[in-house]
């Protein structure tokens, strides 16, 4: 039973951020086996007057031996409460080596509370790894459908292959996610969600689909994100998706607020009063809340008011160590206002970060501590600097690498000197697809290549894009480190063995109505030990 006098007192103190550490704390408690018969007896009472399972499952963040089981409780996913009363509801799970869940190995009760949304994050330890285990849960009289998840293999390990896809950016309104259908015959072992996950804007009219929620300015409160995370998560194919393998899902800016940096908002660029930006941190933890709770993410991702810790890494054996990074909790204001801008001295302060100390010094250690083959950064805005030139505006992304240069510059530089084994980096975030070979300065075409970047298209983010990108000759021979580009939506499938690399740039024809076509437009390669992309 849980004991919630025994919340220490220092949970307990007044004040909103203390309230969600309380919130918090009731979350960490519900992972934890049920001992009392009173809600035993309670669970035999529910009755769920629809299937509370409209979320479906989702699984996340394995190791070789753990991974997350979700689920969250919504009989009804257009209310922020996804129909459901205001009291804790045990939930048992299951996790069985067989597809029709003969052979269960392990099995547990959870609670779904109310203050986490009725989501259930359930941690399984003990499973062997590099292997197939399929799952499901029971709520009342309901039965979720059953999901596929698999371990990683063992840290040691030398696995041959490794197949796995990366997404970013499905905006609900502008397009359907029919990419994940093609995704869920790919017979992948893994999925990186690369950020934008939802978008905070208000319904608009005539468009693909419609936003829930306020049709003026966008969303902010719990309930907001909430209601508008299940929305996305209905979505039949993307809930699919989810039930096929286990997924690492990292945010971008839209899962709270487009181009936010730490607890600096787009709008208030200069000057930002101190209150502004407490009330800016208090819908922060709003939605990251709703982002926890709607993510197959470990406990010791819990928010704490406004604060998540979420970048974390992971080994798939030696073939490959994935760097799982956030660009937007620590980051400094863009310089020169955002937008693209010129390489100025603003650009160039050593003090701009879009990594923030804390995570930088982590991401070093680890780099260095790899024993990987490849060794590469999930990460969500581009690291190519690449110059633009539209006809009314030129420049670098400021809210990209290029507006935190020095950062950018010095790691790419201690990547070369401590000669990290094949640095790859995973890029989401813009809505097109570009390939880049990357230098410790982009500018300098006849310096050593350090890296290769893969940047994923949206899923449906900008509606049907274009295979043709105008002035695209230009822009390769201004940016001599860019191999391919174009605005198609779909995303990214690699295939990784100890000598090669391989990304197949899969696309929708057309997202705009139901069954577009997916195809591969373009395949690069990596040899390994030779930085830079190949068109294959
Ligand atoms: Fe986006
Ligand atoms: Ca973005």
């Not at 998560?233 to 393998?245: F, T, W």
């Not at 208090?282 to 709770?293: G, M, N, T």
Request: include cysteine.
């Amino acid at each position: 039973m849980l004991d919630l006098t025994k919340i220490p007192d220092a949970v307990r103190s007044e004040g909103s951020v203390s309230r969600r550490l309380v919130l918090a704390y009731g979350a960490a408690l519900a992972g934890l086996p049920l001992v009392s018969s009173r809600l035993t007896a309670a669970d035999r009472k529910i009755v769920f007057e629809s299937n509370p399972f409209t979320l479906g499952v989702a699984s996340g963040d394995p190791d070789a031996n753990s991974l997350v089981l979700w689920t969250k409780l919504a009989p009804d996913p257009t209310t922020a409460q996804g129909g459901m009363n205001p009291e804790m509801v045990p939930v048992s799970w299951e996790i069985a080596e067989d597809e029709s869940m003969n052979k269960v190995v392990f099995s547990g009760i959870a609670v779904a509370t109310p203050q986490l949304g009725h989501s259930v994050h359930v941690e399984v330890q003990g499973l062997k790894p590099a292997r197939w285990y399929w799952y499901r849960f029971r709520a009342g009289d309901a039965v979720s459908p059953i999901g596929r998840t698999r371990t990683l293999p063992e840290p040691n390990a030398e696995p041959d292959s490794l197949r796995f896809a990366f997404a970013s950016c499905q905006n609900y309104e502008q397009g359907l996610f029919t990419a994940y259908d093609q995704m869920a015959k790919d017979n992948l072992d893994l999925v990186f969600h690369l950020g934008d996950y939802i978008y905070e804007y208000p319904g608009k009219e005539n468009q693909v689909r419609k936003h829930s929620g306020p049709t003026e300015g966008k969303i902010k409160t719990l309930d907001d994100y909430r209601l508008r995370h299940m929305q996305y998560r209905s979505d039949e194919l993307l809930n699919a998706m989810h039930a096929q393998c286990p997924w690492f899902v990292t945010w971008d800016d839209h899962e709270f607020d487009n181009n936010y940096a730490n607890d600096i908002q787009e709008e208030q660029r200069g000057f930002k009063p101190r209150t502004e930006r407490v009330d800016f941190l208090v819908q922060r933890a709003a939605a990251y809340q709703a982002y926890y709770e709607m993510m197959p993410l470990r406990k010791q991702t819990l928010p704490e008011g406004p604060d998540m810790t979420i970048y974390r890494k992971a080994s798939f054996g030696r073939l490959a160590e994935f760097f799982v990074l956030d660009t937007r909790q620590y980051r400094t204001d863009q310089p020169n206002g955002d937008g693209l801008k010129p390489m100025s001295e603003e650009a160039w302060k050593p003090s701009n970060t879009l990594l923030g100390k804390q995570q930088r010094g982590w991401l070093d250690r680890s780099l260095l501590e790899s024993t990987a083959t490849w060794n590469v950064l999930a990460q969500q805005v581009m690291f190519a600097m690449v110059e633009i030139n539209l006809r009314d505006r030129s420049g670098f992304s400021m809210d990209q690498w290029p507006g935190a240069a020095f950062e950018r510059m010095a790691l790419m530089r201690f990547m070369a000197d401590r000669k990290v084994p094949n640095p790859v980096v995973l890029t989401g975030d813009i809505h097109a697809n570009w390939v880049n070979d990357l230098r410790v300065d982009d500018r300098q075409a006849d310096s050593p290549i350090v890296a290769t970047e893969f940047v994923g298209t949206s899923i449906s983010s900008g509606g049907n894009g274009t295979k043709e990108v105008k002035n695209l000759d230009q822009l390769k021979a201004a940016n001599p480190g860019v191999k391919f580009h174009n605005q198609e939506r779909g995303y990214v499938r690699c295939e990784v063995t100890a000598d090669r690399w391989t990304s197949d740039y899969v696309v929708v024809e057309d997202v705009k109505t139901a069954g577009g076509a997916a195809l591969t437009r373009a395949s690069f390669t990596v040899e390994s030990g030779r930085p830079g992309a190949q068109l294959s």
